[in-house]
C-alpha cells in the first residue's frame, strides 16, 4: 500500500509529523490496538524505480537499492478523512527514515504494510503506567487519547530539554513526568533512576514501556523483579538501539531478547 504526503510539521525541534493522504489509504484497515505501526519502506537514493514498487522484485536489487523497512507507530487514523498521521523522531542525518521526514515534501510518497498492533489500554486495571523515549510518544499520545475521565494514568517520558516535550491530550488524570538528557551526568540512566525513586500507586496497573534498547532492558529487569510485572501482559519491547541502525539491529535482536531472560 501507498499514501502521499499532504503536510508537514515541525511540531518540536526534535518531531516531524507527516500526514498522509490518497494513494492506496481507502484500503487502510485500521487495528483495536493503540500501538498500532506500519512498516514503511524507505527508498535508498537514486534508486532505479518509484513508488509504487514490486517489494519482492526491488528486495533482490543489492544493498545499494533496496528499500530500507522501519516500523512507525499510527499516531493517529482519521477513518473519515482517509487521513494517516506519523510523528518521526529527527536524529540526525544518518539512517533512511529520519532523514526522509526531513527532506519530505507535499506529494512525495510512502509505500508501506500493516497496521499490526497488540497493546490498548486495559480497561480493567486501577491506573496505566507509561514510559519511554521520543519514539515511544506517539504510542502514548494515542494511547492516552482513548482514556475517561475516570482513568488514571502516570507517564514517564525523556527528551533532549523542554522545548522536545510534545503535548499530551487526555480526558484521564494524567501524571507526567518530563526527564531532561540536557545537562544529566548520564542521560542513559534518567528513566530507570526516574521510575526506582516513584512511589507506585495503589492498585493493579498495565505497562507500557518501549524506546532504546539498553534503557528499556533496564526498566524490564526492574519492573519484573521489584514491581512483579507480568513479562506476558505488559508490553515492553526496545523500538530502536544507540550506535546500531536498525538492520543492525534487527540481526541480534532475537539473541538479545533471548539474552535479556538471563537478567534474573
Ligand atoms: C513498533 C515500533 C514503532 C515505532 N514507532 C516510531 C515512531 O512512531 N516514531 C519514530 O520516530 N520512531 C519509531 N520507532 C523507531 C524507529 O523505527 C527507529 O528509530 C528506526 O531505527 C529509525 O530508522 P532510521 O532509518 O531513521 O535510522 P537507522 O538507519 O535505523 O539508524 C541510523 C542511526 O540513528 C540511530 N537512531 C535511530 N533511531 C533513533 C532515535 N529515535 N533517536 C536517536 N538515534 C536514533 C541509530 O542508533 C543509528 O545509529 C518505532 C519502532 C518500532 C519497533
Redesign the pocket.
Given at each position: 500500500m501507498f499514501a502521499e504526503v499532504i503536510d508537514i510539521e515541525r511540531i518540536t525541534p526534535g518531531?516531524i509529523r507527516v500526514q498522509f493522504a490518497g494513494g492506496e489509504l481507502d484500503d487502510f484497515e485500521p487495528t483495536e490496538y493503540t500501538?498500532q505501526?506500519i512498516n514503511g519502506y524507505?527508498v535508498p537514493a537514486d534508486a532505479p524505480y518509484s513508488i509504487p514498487f514490486d517489494l519482492d522484485k526491488v528486495r533482490g536489487l543489492g544493498d545499494d537499492f533496496r528499500p530500507?523497512p522501519?516500523?512507525?507507530?499510527?499516531?493517529k487514523w482519521d477513518n473519515d478523512a482517509k487521513i494517516l498521521t506519523?510523528?518521526?523522531?529527527?536524529?540526525?542525518d544518518?539512517?533512511?527514515?529520519?532523514?526522509?521526514?526531513k527532506r519530505a515534501n507535499q506529494g512525495d510518497r510512502l509505500q508501506f504494510k500493516g497496521p499490526n498492533?497488540s497493546y490498548s489500554p486495559n480497561p480493567n486495571v486501577d491506573w496505566h503506567f507509561f514510559a519511554g523515549?521520543?519514539?515511544?510518544?506517539?504510542?502514548i499520545s494515542a494511547s492516552l487519547e482513548t482514556l475517561n475521565a475516570n482513568d488514571r494514568c502516570v507517564v514517564f517520558l525523556v527528551v533532549d530539554s523542554a522545548e522536545f516535550e510534545v503535548p499530551l491530550h487526555s480526558d484521564a488524570t494524567v501524571d507526567v513526568k518530563w526527564l531532561h538528557r540536557k545537562n544529566a551526568p548520564d542521560p542513559s540512566t534518567l528513566l530507570l533512576t526516574a521510575i526506582k525513586e516513584f512511589d507506585f500507586l495503589k492498585g493493579t496497573f498495565d505497562v507500557f514501556v518501549?524506546?532504546?534498547a539498553g534503557e528499556v532492558r533496564e526498566l524490564r529487569k526492574y519492573l519484573l523483579s521489584e514491581k512483579q510485572v507480568d513479562p506476558e501482559t505488559a508490553s515492553i519491547?526496545?523500538?530502536?538501539?544507540?550506535?546500531?541502525?536498525?538492520?543492525?539491529?534487527r540481526e541480534v535482536k532475537k539473541e538479545w531478547l533471548a539474552d535479556q531472560e538471563n537478567d534474573f
Open positions: 518531531m500501538d505501526y524507505f530500507r522501519r516500523r512507525f507507530t499510527v499516531r506519523i510523528d518521526f523522531v529527527v536524529h540526525g544518518s539512517g533512511y527514515a529520519g532523514p526522509w521526514a498492533g523515549d521520543e519514539t515511544a510518544i506517539p504510542g518501549h524506546g532504546e519491547s526496545p523500538y530502536w538501539r544507540r550506535n546500531h541502525t536498525d538492520e543492525a539491529w
